[in-house]
């Protein structure tokens, strides 16, 4: 079953009266002859408990459903703590307003930002905490995963210009580390330089007493002396007697190897010590009591960073998500990219490649599939809290049971957003209806529940730098369950501008993609809804539920596009049906005939005799066909 709806729009957008509260709205939105109204909210906790109750009431009595559109408040794709938290308590604040005002469905747009990397420190925190996709900080991810703390204290201090070692450890911990470094190679050096001083020294034809000598001087004072005892082999014993001056050349060749070994030791003490502070922020991460493997400083991150943690947590797991995104990307990933599960670098390699070569389908895929698990994250932690927490925060109310039942019943779905930026278009972060569908399928199956949907938007889509018409022909085309997934369609005309423009009855755009999904399951089984989301301008409706009612129809009657009748169009509504017109073109079939036959000519028919003789030809004209 397929419902027309449409939307009330929001207060901020139209700056008009009628949309100043809630309950304004609905009332604004009655005028429509619709049987659903999709309330669109401007901030999380709009509708309140008594606004919501006159909601209900309304909408009892006026047989409608109630649909709710989230406010645009909910980050949920942000690897940040305090953001994190901040999308969740939106998230809570507008299920209870769906909730109050007895919503059949609540949607929220999949993602607000674009990539990661495009973000600028002044549009957003100075200070970062990152989190996993449950919004714990990100040293939980990387204290239950063995090889995903390894390839991190590997790669910590190459993901940016972020030191994340000296923020891990404290600074006495970083002392002990630096100073074990320290203490083995200069144990190692000391010994290198002694074999290899005593090597050159021989190789210069010292005398085992000069050696001794020089080596004495130089290990000791870390100097090349100018001059050395003269020694003589007095009865069989070497004496000195006197001192003589070391040649240049000789000095030169000390010197130049004392500056070698020197070198050799300064670039291994560098990378002993970070060897050491590794190993050390390894076995820290890998404490079991967490107040042991807190972080020094957990402030100072990098965005990006976040999703590359749990990008490769993703990729060492084959997690659900990872794997359905691969599904939807197998060119990419697999054809051209070489997807290799043996090889743990594998994603770093190709995330340099693609950053390298910017190649933005690879990124595209990267974003969509992390974001796709912060989405699981957020999703499993607000399901926990309608199922535990919810029931009680209802307690209080004297229709509790009411508000429970319609708790209970109430879908969430996300929808594709639109690319408030234009210069940013393709690159949000799940924004393509083969990214969400991956999301989503794989999040009921994995969360177990049928709560979850999807809610397409193909205006949204057209903002995006893509034709919807071809993307959804193709999308459908590989992916035969797609519609089954897709709750509602905010069924504007596919408009990059975002223009929220009236529909045209016969818009032939908006019935092809909607059939793309009807072919797919898209109402079949279920309830879905086709919601006209309203502009501004005088008129911000004219025709448009007029044609989204006979969309409906005809896709509820499955109507391939090629096969739509004139009634589609409007015909029925102008010039008449097609039987009447039928009816005037055999009446007047012989009019081209006139004056052509030599036979009496017939102005009346047969049945017009009665009539023509009491003079009531203009009568019966009028009315034969009645």
Request: with cysteine.
């Amino acid at each position: 079953m397929i419902k027309v709806g449409t939307s009330t729009g929001i207060y901020y957008a139209a700056r008009d009266e009628q949309l100043a509260s809630s309950v304004r709205k609905i009332g604004y939105a009655l005028t429509r002859g619709t049987s659903v109204i999709e309330l669109a909210v401007d901030v999380p906790h709009e509708v309140t408990y008594t606004e919501g109750k006159e909601i209900r009431r309304i909408a009892k009595q006026q047989g409608l459903d109630i649909t709710f559109h989230g406010s645009l408040t909910v980050p949920l794709e942000m690897p940040e703590q305090t953001s994190w938290r901040d999308a969740q308590d939106h998230f809570r604040k507008g299920i209870k307003a769906a909730v109050f005002s007895g919503a059949k469905y609540i949607n929220f747009h999949a993602s607000l930002n674009f990539w990661l990397e495009l973000l600028t420190y002044a549009g957003h925190k100075l200070t970062i905490t990152l989190c996993d996709h449950i919004g714990r900080f990100i040293s939980e991810i990387l204290y239950e995963d063995k090889r995903l703390r390894k390839w991190f204290v590997e790669v910590m201090d190459d993901l940016s210009e972020i030191p994340y070692s000296r923020y891990i450890l404290t600074e006495e911990e970083l002392r002990e580390a630096q100073t074990k470094a320290e203490l083995a190679v200069r144990n190692k050096y000391r010994g290198v330089m002694y074999e290899r001083l005593v090597s050159l020294f021989k190789e210069l034809e010292f005398d085992e007493m000069q050696i001794q000598i020089l080596l004495e001087r130089i290990m000791m004072y870390d100097v090349v002396p100018n001059t050395i005892p003269k020694t003589a082999n007095i009865n069989g014993r070497v004496v000195a007697v006197g001192e003589e001056k070391i040649p240049e050349e000789k000095q030169r060749r000390i010197r130049e190897l004392l500056d070698n070994i020197r070198l050799e030791q300064s670039k291994e003490m560098g990378e002993r010590v970070e060897e050491e502070i590794r190993k050390a922020a390894e076995e820290k991460l890998g404490r079991k009591k967490p107040e042991e493997r807190k972080w020094r400083v957990d402030t100072h991150a990098r965005l990006l960073d976040g999703y590359r943690i749990v990008g490769q947590y993703l990729f060492l797991n084959k997690d659900p998500i990872w794997k359905a995104m691969v599904d939807v990307y197998k060119e990419k990933v697999i054809d051209e990219y070489k997807l290799d599960y043996n090889d743990p670098k594998w994603l770093d390699k190709s995330w340099e490649k693609a950053d390298r070569t910017n190649d933005r389908e690879f990124k595209s895929f990267f974003y969509a599939v992390v974001c796709s698990k912060f989405l699981e994250g957020h999703v499993k932690t607000l399901l926990e809290w309608m199922e535990k927490d919810l029931p009680k925060e209802l307690e209080s109310f004297e229709d509790k049971e009411e508000l429970k039942k319609i708790a209970k019943e109430l879908k969430i779905v996300f929808e594709i957003p639109d690319a408030r930026d234009p210069s940013y278009g393709g690159m949000y972060m799940l924004w393509h209806p083969k990214q969400l569908y991956a999301a989503i399928k794989t999040i009921r199956n994995v969360l177990k529940t049928d709560k979850v949907l999807m809610l397409m938007d193909f205006e949204h889509l057209a903002t995006q730098g893509v034709d919807p018409l071809i993307e959804m022909e193709h999308v459908t085309n590989k992916l035969r369950d797609f519609g089954k997934y897709v709750l509602a369609v905010h069924s504007n005309h596919p408009d990059p501008l975002h223009s929220h423009k009236p529909l045209e009855l016969g818009d032939e755009v908006v019935y092809t993609i909607l059939w793309f999904l009807r072919k797919t399951g898209f109402g079949k089984g279920y309830t879905a809804y086709l919601i006209y989301e309203r502009g501004g301008g005088e008129d911000p409706f004219k025709q448009s539920i007029d044609a989204l009612k006979l969309i409906a129809e005809f896709l509820e009657k499955d109507t391939p596009p090629q096969e739509l009748p004139p009634e589609f169009y409007g015909l029925h509504l102008t010039a008449g049906d097609e039987k009447r017109q039928w009816q005037i073109i055999l009446d007047h079939r012989f009019e081209l005939l006139k004056d052509l036959l030599e036979m009496p000519e017939e102005e009346w028919g047969f049945l017009s005799s009665a009539a023509t003789k009491k003079g009531k030809t203009k009568e019966w004209k009028k009315e034969e066909l009645r």
